[in-house]
């Protein structure tokens, strides 16, 4: 029986890629373990009929809290190296300045840190390895814009971003971890930059703004399913070999910007995430 992960499964992406799996009944007997904040919607999304070769499970919280994913990884019941895929898409937009009861910037927690401490709980209690394959869902490109570009040496000046710039620093994060985390757990990773997508990401931007940004957009937004659909195909045929990250967007591959492949940049950003793990 093949194990798939999927945080962010209420909604967005997360939520149309468990819907996708449903459909593909020639993957055999799979186990899907859907992580999310909503119980209402997970409940609906238990409450559907399931093809017999799937099961479903849910867990709801609030994983920006880092107490909560440490609880969650607790309760799971996986053997060893049992998981073949973590779909990572848990994240939030929120331009206001917020932080979790923990003391987090909430978009660095929610959007990068919660997918960071889940990932090193499933490592650590060896829930994955081996075969296991991590796709992750942030803002990749190809290049980096200079004024983007995060100090995680700097751990004063990085905790004091909030709203977009939180935002900003989390999507960032996503990109040097793919990287870092492939050579250290040996994963097979892959860095989804899906472009503009139609979700509930921005439920947080005030709803005149959102009016005003729409027609820019609109000839390029895609769906979840859509994005996920794609997404299926590529992780099916195009994931990298062990130890190996890729970079996807716009139908296309590219291995990353040099400065996202800077192993001083990565080292900094691993060291400042641990750090803020251990002062909770």
Request: glycine share 6%; hydrophobic share 40%; charged share 25%.
């Amino acid at each position: 029986m093949k194990v798939f992960v999927v945080t962010g499964a209420t909604d967005g992406i997360g939520k149309a890629f468990i819907e996708t799996c449903l459909e593909k009944t020639e993957i055999g007997k799979l186990r899907i373990i859907a992580i999310g904040r909503s119980k209402t919607k997970m409940d609906a999304l238990l409450a559907r009929e399931l093809p017999e070769n799937v099961e479903l499970e849910g867990h709801c919280g609030d994983f920006s809290v880092l107490a909560n994913i440490k609880k969650l990884v607790k309760s799971l019941k996986i053997d060893p190296f049992q998981i073949n895929l973590i779909f990572h898409s848990m994240g939030i937009l929120n331009p206001k300045k917020s932080k979790t009861n923990e003391g987090i910037e909430i978009n660095f927690a929610t959007s990068f840190l919660s997918r960071f401490y889940l990932t090193k709980l499933l490592f650590e209690n060896q829930m994955i390895g081996g075969d296991s394959v991590l796709v992750n869902i942030a803002a990749s490109s190809e290049k980096i814009p200079n004024y983007l570009k995060v100090n995680f040496a700097n751990h004063e000046e990085n905790d004091v971003r909030m709203g977009m710039a939180g935002h900003g620093q989390a999507q960032l994060a996503n990109d040097l971890w793919v990287v870092e985390v492939a050579k250290r757990y040996h994963l097979s990773t892959i860095g989804i930059g899906p472009g503009i997508v139609k979700t509930n990401i921005r439920r947080e931007i005030p709803n005149f703004f959102e009016y005003l940004i729409a027609p820019f957009f609109i000839f390029k937004t895609k769906t979840a399913n859509e994005v996920s659909n794609e997404l299926w195909n590529v992780i099916q045929n195009e994931s990298p070999k062990k130890g190996n990250h890729r970079f996807y967007k716009d139908q296309k591959f590219f291995d990353g910007d040099p400065w996202i492949l800077s192993e001083k940049n990565r080292k900094n950003l691993w060291n400042h995430t641990e750090n803020k793990i251990k002062s909770i």
